[in-house]
């Protein structure tokens, strides 16, 4: 597509509930990130994919956080027993070969998660 | 540790004046500088950057200075217009690293 789409938009959810967040970048970008923004945070890293596979998962922040990548394309990042803590925006971005020039990334608008 | 530090929260200037947004950082291991801007219930979208080889970069109203002594980088949007009010993040990366470092912003509101 034209830019990097990220769906639900908002989702809330209750304290426990497992909850599924979706990214489809732009076409043919080989490299993917996740990254969160809490409430008076900056964007804090989680996890780099390049194609399928992901080099460095260092920014998940517990055992609860997965993501994963197919055919090079559309990734989903689980959050298992949601925790109120993990409410915040979760924002994807995309380059098409990681680590060339300034490396500009290019973000979704996000999903923006709530954790009752 | 790879820190990018924005210490200001929030600046507010008045249109058509220079609005001057600051970020330090430590370890002298990078390649480039990046600034984001960011809309609310947007994503961040690339504004300008600066390679370490570089003091200067300039595109229209925008402008990056880095200073290597002192750590330190600023970006300043001259005239500022009211559509400039964001969330202005500053990133560290490029080159051989392959993740972006974030400050934590500074909300800029540019007052009519």
């Known amino acids: 597509g034209a830019g990097v789409s990220q769906s639900p938009s908002n989702k809330v959810t209750e304290k426990g509930k497992d909850v599924e967040l979706r990214c489809d970048p732009i076409s043919g970008h080989t490299a993917l990130y996740w990254y969160r923004q809490s409430l008076g945070q900056g964007l804090e890293f989680l996890i780099y994919f390049q194609g399928n596979s992901a080099p460095d998962k260092s920014g998940l922040p517990s055992d609860r956080f997965s993501a994963e990548r197919t055919g090079g394309s559309v990734s989903t990042l689980t959050i298992q027993r949601t925790q109120q803590e993990d409410s915040a925006v979760y924002l994807c971005a995309s380059t098409l070969v990681a680590g060339t020039g300034a490396n500009v990334l290019t973000f979704g608008a996000g999903s923006r998660l709530t954790v009752l | 540790d790879q820190q990018v530090k924005q210490n200001s929260p929030s600046l507010s200037v008045q249109e058509g004046r220079i609005s001057i947004l600051n970020c330090d950082y430590t370890n002298s291991m990078f390649d480039y500088f990046l600034w984001y801007k960011k809309y609310p219930a947007e994503g961040p979208t690339f504004l300008i950057s600066?390679?370490?080889?570089?003091d200067k970069n300039e595109d229209g109203r925008f402008t990056v200075f880095l200073n290597k002594s002192a750590k330190h980088l600023s970006l300043h949007i001259v005239p500022s217009q009211p559509g400039d009010s964001a969330v202005y993040f500053c990133a560290r990366g490029g080159g051989s690293n392959y993740k972006l470092t974030f400050g934590k912003g500074t909300l800029l509101t540019v007052n009519p």
């Open positions: 600066i390679s370490s080889i570089k």
